[in-house]
T-cell receptor
Framework: DTEVTQTPKHLVMGMTNKKSLKCEQH?????MYWYKQKAKKPPELMFV???????INESVPSRFSPECPNSSLLNLHLHALQPEDSALYLC???????????????FGPGTRLTVT | QKEVEQDPGPLSVPEGAIVSLNCTYS??????FMWYRQYSRKGPELLMY????GNKEDGRFTAQVDKSSKYISLFIRDSQPSDSATYLC??????????FGAGTQVVVTP
């Protein structure tokens, strides 16, 4: 089973709201990722967690705050977003952690976020 | 110059034809290569991954890597309308950070 689940599927929020995106995997993967994808563009890496520790932060604005409470769960907390943050937010997981191979990542279906 | 180049298409083929997709790259340190399929408004689905040069086959899909030419390919045999999607190549030299191609939109017409 290579399933990564994400909730909610769709989210509309105002610029003053606080909301959270949730991602879960039960494959025993030890690395989890957040990506942002705009229409007709490839995914852009935001954050990577390895063994529940933040391993990579791609200089993402502080209005995005990741959290990894345990090895199966990844959250993305959103606050004071801008309309240009509207995108598909994808979560992914991989069976290996920093420094080991193979490297393949399995993606969830995404949360479509609209900021008004 | 982008690290990974991929023609965005669209690539239109009749049902039953072979779909040929490719990516070129500039970073000779890339050693792990993947192909993803993404349907509209869905997350990418991993199709194939290969390590270093060579061929790999899985059902109707064949992935090829030519590191000397910095060129990777994906072939889809006996294409079906359900293969209509965007195909993304991705590659990495180390754990964590992938470089994605722009994605090629494929349309298989009945």
């Amino acid at each position: 089973d290579t399933e990564v689940t994400q909730t909610p599927k769709h989210l509309v929020m105002g610029m003053t709201n606080k909301k959270s995106l949730k991602c879960e995997q039960h494959m025993g993967h030890r690395a989890m990722y957040w990506y942002k994808q705009k229409a007709k563009k490839p995914p852009e890496l935001m954050f990577v967690y390895s063994y529940e520790k933040l391993s990579i932060n791609e200089s993402v604005p502080s209005r995005f705050s990741p959290e990894c409470p345990n090895s199966s769960l990844l959250n993305l907390h959103l606050h004071a977003l801008q309309p240009e943050d509207s995108a598909l937010y994808l979560c992914a997981s991989s069976p290996t952690h920093a420094g080991t191979s193979p490297y393949e990542q399995y993606f969830g279906p995404g949360t479509r976020l609209t900021v008004t | 110059q982008k690290e990974v180049e991929q023609d965005p298409g669209p690539l239109s083929v009749p049902e039953g034809a072979i779909v040929s997709l490719n990516c070129t790259y500039s970073n000779s340190a890339f050693q792990y290569f993947m192909w993803y399929r993404q349907y509209s408004r869905k997350g990418p689905e991993l199709l194939m991954y290969t390590y270093s040069s060579g061929n790999k086959e899985d059902g109707r899909f064949t992935a090829q890597v030519d590191k000397s030419s910095k060129y990777i390919s994906l072939f889809i045999r006996d294409s079906q309308p359900s293969d209509s999607a965007t195909y993304l190549c991705a590659m990495t030299e180390s754990w964590g950070k992938f470089q994605f191609g722009a994605g090629t939109q494929v349309v298989v017409t009945p």
